[in-house]
């Protein structure tokens, strides 16, 4: 079946670093990526939408200069969050679309960011 | 806005034992629903969806739900769980555009032998 493939799995760094994570479709093409943010014991919050060839789609509240998204090609978009603060401390999960209109959603293995 | 929500945080149940898990939405609109599970150490992935047409949907692995419109509510049920069940159970709304699915913020369900 599809496969969308994401890394890294876990990743610490210092205050005021950037990080990149990549979330890849190993054997399908997503024009279309999403995502998501995930609080201990709370439901997935969709951040973003991340199109190919062109900009990302935020929902209201999310900062797009912290969260840098580019979906450079068909198979892979990457997420960056930019000069983190603890309170970026979260775990991201990206998923991206396969088949017709609300098909299904394939989902990465998430990454847990931690923030010192 | 949409909102979903799972009524239960965390279930321990026995095999064998039936398994019920609440999921209600608020979106007055045309909504898609889904139940989404993730194993330990595995991705979320689909378990079944309803779009339309029969309210009562089978899944994989032996789970139903039922799509109740006139209660914004859509449970996952399954009559005899197995040890492997044991999971992370997350139900999911998508009404507004193609995509932005809103989640339930899940529900742990723990099967003991």
């Known amino acids: 079946g599809a496969v969308v493939s994401q890394h890294p799995s876990w990743v610490i760094c210092k205050s005021g670093t950037s990080v990149k994570i990549e979330c890849r479709s190993l054997d399908f093409q997503a024009t279309t990526m999403f995502w998501y943010r995930q609080f201990p014991k709370q439901s997935l919050m969709l951040m973003a939408t991340?199109?190919?060839?062109?900009?990302?789609?935020?929902e209201q509240g999310v900062e797009k200069d912290k969260f840098l998204i580019n979906h450079a090609s068909l198979t892979l978009s990457t997420l960056t969050v930019t000069s983190a603060h603890p309170e970026d401390s979260s775990f991201y999960i990206c998923s991206a679309p396969l088949g017709g209109f609300n098909e299904k959603l394939f989902f990465g293995s998430g990454t847990q960011l931690s923030v010192l | 806005a949409q909102s979903v929500s799972q009524h239960n945080h965390h279930v321990i149940l026995s095999e064998a034992a039936s398994l019920e898990l609440g999921c209600n939405y608020s979106?007055?609109?045309?909504?898609?629903l889904f139940w989404y599970v993730q194993y330990p150490g595995q991705h979320l992935q689909l378990l079944l969806k309803y779009f339309s047409g029969d309210p009562l949907v089978k899944g994989i692995k032996g789970f139903e739900a039922e799509f109740i419109k006139s209660k914004f509510s859509f449970n996952l049920r399954k009559p005899s769980v197995q040890w492997s069940d044991t999971a992370e159970y997350f139900c999911a709304v998508n009404g507004d555009s193609w995509g932005k699915f809103q989640f339930g913020a899940g529900t742990q369900v723990v099967v003991t032998p």
């Open positions: 991340s199109n190919e060839g062109s900009k990302a789609t935020y």
């Open positions: 979106y007055g609109g045309t909504v898609n």
